[in-house]
């Protein structure tokens, strides 16, 4: 298997543009995560998908932030409008379905700088 | 709720020298255990988990052994190599919470001198 595939890797935008950042799970996984790295807060969870429905989204920043996911295959982070606070690693992360195996397969992240 | 905390880095050592990364957690219910690496410029990589209380998960010459009565989860190394250099992030997932997202300390950098 490929593992999770994020896109783009690296993405530089102005302050207000609209940002869209994506994830393809591994195949078969039924959780999807999106995480956010940054030196100050370290990693945080900002939602979670099973089965393609939206889980717990406490972590989403505020109304600025939006996630899809339209199919198992497919998700989708968007920002806007992005502000320079924005800028961080983004992490795409996919779990096998329910059961005793939680272990957590992470994409390689997409660094977004907002200027 | 749950949190996981983790030694300050960075960490360095010289090569083939012993290496602890104290890791220590508060949760709920009976979660597990796990610890993750990231090399430079990429995304988190499992190296071992732990499910229940004594178990002990080792990978590529890691260790790391679930203590229940201390709340711990540290990471060992008897000899450590220039290519071990990277971050390590300790992390629970605690399904008795019903969430199934881990939480993360924030990270132990290791630098590892030939």
């Known amino acids: 298997d490929a593992g999770v595939i994020q896109s783009p890797r690296h993405e530089v935008t102005e302050m207000g543009q609209e940002v869209t950042l994506r994830c393809k799970p591994i195949?078969?996984?039924?959780?999807l995560f999106w995480y956010r790295q940054t030196m100050m807060r370290g990693l945080e969870l900002l939602i979670y998908?099973?089965?393609?429905?939206?889980?717990?989204d406490s972590g989403m920043p505020e109304d600025r932030f939006s996630a899809k996911m339209p199919n198992a295959s497919f998700s989708t982070l968007k920002i806007q409008p992005s502000e320079p606070r924005d800028s961080a690693v983004y992490f795409c992360?996919?779990?096998?379905?329910?059961?005793?195996?939680?272990?957590?397969?992470f994409g390689p992240g997409t660094r977004l700088l907002v200027l | 709720g749950n949190s996981v905390t983790q030694m300050e880095g960075p960490v360095t050592l010289s090569e083939e020298a012993f290496l602890t990364i104290n890791c220590t957690y508060t949760?709920?219910?009976?979660?597990?255990l796990f610890w993750y690496v990231q090399y430079p410029g990429e995304g988190l990589q499992l190296l071992l988990k732990?499910?229940?209380?004594?178990d002990k998960g080792s990978n590529k010459g890691f260790e790391a052994t679930y203590r229940k009565e201390t709340t711990s989860f540290h990471l060992e190394k008897g000899s450590v190599q220039v290519s071990d250099s990277a971050v390590y992030f300790c992390?629970?997932?605690?399904?008795?919470?019903?969430?199934?997202?881990?939480?993360f300390g924030s990270g132990t950098r290791l630098q590892v001198q030939p």
């Open positions: 992360a996919s779990s096998p379905p329910s059961g005793v195996q939680e272990t957590q397969y």
């Open positions: 195949s078969g996984h039924d959780y």
């Open positions: 998908f099973n089965n393609n429905v939206p889980i717990d």
């Open positions: 949760a709920t219910g009976y979660p597990s």
């Open positions: 732990a499910t229940k209380a004594d």
């Open positions: 992390a629970l997932s605690d399904l008795d919470t019903g969430r199934r997202a881990l939480t």
